[in-house]
C-alpha cells in the first residue's frame, strides 16, 4: 500500500527491543492458534461432539466475531489505555471460556463460549499486532511474525487432530497462562508516548490504511470460508480423510516458503504489483474446487493456498501499519481477520443449508479474492506513479 519507504526512529523506541517483540511475536500465534487449526477443529466438533456441518460453520463464526469485536474496542481504547491491562483483561476471558467449554458441550452453549473465547482473543491479539505494528521496521516484524505463524500452523495441525476435545480447550488455556509472568515486558503504551518520529518518502494518506483494514475482511471471507471448510469438503467428496488432513498439515510448511519469498520480492519490487499477482493466483487456487474436487486438484488448491495466504498478509499488515502509525489501524488488523473469517463460515454455512454444495463455498472463495484484488488494483492505479 505503500512505496519507496524510508523509515527513522528513535533508538528509544521500546517496541524495538527484543523482548517485546519476541512475546508479542509469542502472543499472535497464540491469539491465532484457532484460526490456524479450523480444518481440524472443525473436524473435532463433527467427530467427538456430533455437530452437522452447518453448525461447525457456525460455531467457528462465533468465535471469529468475538476476535472482531475484541480487536474493535481495543482499536478504540489503544491510544488511551495501558495496554498491559488490555492483556490481562483478554486472557482472563480466553481462559475462562475455553474452561468452561470443557463442562458445557450442547451446541448453543458452545456457541456462546466460543463467542466469548474469541471477545478474549480479540483483546490479546489487537495489542499483539499493534505492538509488532510500532516496530521501526513493520513489514520485517511481520515478516518474522508470519513466518512463525506458517511453523505454529504445521505444528497445530499434527497436535490437534490427536487430542480429545477437551485436550484441544486445555492446549488453548495453556498458551494463554505461559504468557502471564511477561505481560509486563509488552510497553504500557504507544510510540507517540515516547516521540517516535517516523519519516515516510511519498507517504500516502493515513486514511488509506483504513481502505486496507477493509480490504483484509474481504480477503479473509475467502481465508475463512476455504481454510473452515476445505476438509469437510474433502471428506464429502469420497478422499480419505486421513490423507486430506496431512495434506492440509504438510502443506501449510508452504507459508513458511511463501515468508522467504516475500522478504525477496520486498527487497526487489514496488509494493503493489506483487500483491495484485498474488491475488490473481488466489483466484485461480480456490476457484479450482469449484468445479470437481479430486486428489491432484485438492493437493494443488491446498499447496498454493498456503503459500499465497502468508504471501498477501506480509504485504496487508505491513501496508497498514506503515500508513497509519498511531496504532489504531494495526490493532484493528486481527478484527479485519476476524470479521472476514467470521462472514466467510457463516455464509458458506447458509449456502450448504441451502443446499448449494461446497462448490459454491468455492465461488464465493474465488468472488471474494476477486474484490479485493479489485481494491487494491485501484490503489496502484490512483498512486502507481509515486513508485516511478
Given at each position: ?5 524510508t523509515?527513522?526512529?528513535?533508538p ?6 527484543r523482548?517485546?517483540?519476541l512475546?508479542s ?9 484457532v ?5 481440524a ?6 467427530d ?5 456441518e452447518?453448525?461447525v460453520n457456525?460455531?467457528?463464526s ?12 481495543t ?5 488511551r489505555?495501558?495496554r498491559q ?5 483478554g486472557?482472563g ?18 456457541l ?7 471477545l478474549?482473543s480479540g483483546?490479546?491479539?489487537a495489542v ?9 521496521k ?9 513466518l512463525?505463524?506458517?511453523?505454529s500452523q ?8 490427536r487430542?480429545?476435545m477437551?485436550?484441544?480447550y486445555?492446549?488453548?488455556i495453556?498458551?494463554y497462562v505461559i ?11 504507544g ?11 511519498n507517504q ?8 486496507g ?7 479473509y ?16 467428496s ?5 490423507w486430506?488432513g496431512q495434506?492440509i498439515a504438510?502443506?501449510?510448511?508452504l ?5 522467504f519469498a ?7 519490487f514496488?509494493?503493489?504489483r506483487?500483491?495484485?499477482v498474488?491475488?490473481?493466483?488466489m483466484?485461480?487456487a480456490?476457484s479450482?474446487l469449484?468445479f470437481n ?13 498456503n503459500?499465497l ?11 497498514v ?27 458458506a ?6 443446499g448449494w454444495g461446497f ?9 471474494a479474492?476477486?474484490?479485493?484484488l479489485t481494491?487494491y488494483?485501484?490503489?496502484y ?6 513508485s516511478?
Amino acid at each position: 500500500m505503500t512505496t519507496d519507504i524510508t523509515e527513522t526512529t528513535e533508538p528509544t523506541n521500546p517496541f524495538d527491543a527484543r523482548g517485546p517483540f519476541l512475546l508479542s511475536l509469542f502472543m499472535t500465534l497464540v491469539g491465532y492458534s484457532v484460526l490456524v487449526a479450523l480444518p481440524a477443529i472443525n473436524s473435532a466438533w463433527v467427530d467427538q461432539l456430533g455437530f452437522t456441518e452447518v453448525q461447525v460453520n457456525r460455531v467457528a463464526s462465533a468465535d471469529l466475531l468475538g476476535l472482531f469485536i475484541g480487536a474493535v474496542i481495543t482499536s478504540l481504547l489503544i491510544r488511551r489505555s495501558n495496554r498491559q491491562h488490555l492483556i490481562y483483561l483478554g486472557i482472563g476471558l480466553a481462559i475462562l471460556a475455553n474452561g468452561l467449554c470443557t463442562q458445557f458441550i450442547d451446541y448453543p452453549m458452545t456457541l456462546s463460549l466460543r463467542f466469548l473465547a474469541g471477545l478474549g482473543s480479540g483483546f490479546y491479539t489487537a495489542v499483539a499486532v499493534a505492538s509488532l505494528g510500532a516496530n521501526s521496521k513493520p513489514r520485517e516484524a511481520f515478516n518474522w511474525m508470519l513466518l512463525a505463524f506458517a511453523v505454529s500452523q504445521f505444528l497445530e495441525l499434527q497436535l490437534i487432530p490427536r487430542l480429545t476435545m477437551d485436550g484441544i480447550y486445555y492446549f488453548f488455556i495453556a498458551t494463554y497462562v505461559i504468557t502471564l509472568p511477561f505481560v509486563g515486558m509488552i510497553p504500557a503504551k504507544g510510540i507517540e508516548t515516547v516521540h517516535v518520529e517516523t519519516t515516510l518518502t511519498n507517504q500516502r494518506p493515513p486514511k488509506l490504511a483504513w481502505v486496507g483494514i477493509a480490504a483484509i475482511v474481504i480477503a479473509y471471507v475467502n481465508i475463512g470460508a476455504y481454510w473452515s471448510n476445505i476438509e469437510l469438503a474433502a471428506s464429502a467428496s469420497g478422499l480419505d480423510s486421513e490423507w486430506a488432513g496431512q495434506v492440509i498439515a504438510w502443506c501449510s510448511l508452504l507459508s513458511f516458503v511463501g515468508c522467504f519469498a516475500a522478504m525477496w520480492v520486498l527487497k526487489r519490487f514496488d509494493y503493489d504489483r506483487p500483491l495484485l499477482v498474488t491475488f490473481a493466483f488466489m483466484i485461480f487456487a480456490v476457484s479450482l474446487l469449484a468445479f470437481n474436487i479430486n486428489a491432484a486438484l485438492f493437493l494443488m488448491s491446498v499447496a498454493m493456498f498456503n503459500f499465497l495466504w502468508i504471501f498477501i498478509d506480509v504485504y496487508q499488515m505491513g501496508g497498514v501499519s506503515v500508513t497509519d502509525r498511531s496504532g489504531s489501524a494495526a490493532a484493528f488488523i486481527p478484527g479485519a481477520q476476524g470479521l472476514g473469517q467470521t462472514a466467510g463460515p457463516f455464509a458458506a454455512s447458509i449456502m450448504l443449508d441451502l443446499g448449494w454444495g461446497f462448490d459454491g463455498v468455492f465461488v464465493l472463495c474465488g468472488l471474494a479474492s476477486s474484490c479485493a484484488l479489485t481494491i487494491y488494483a485501484l490503489i496502484y492505479l490512483r498512486y502507481r506513479h509515486q513508485s516511478e
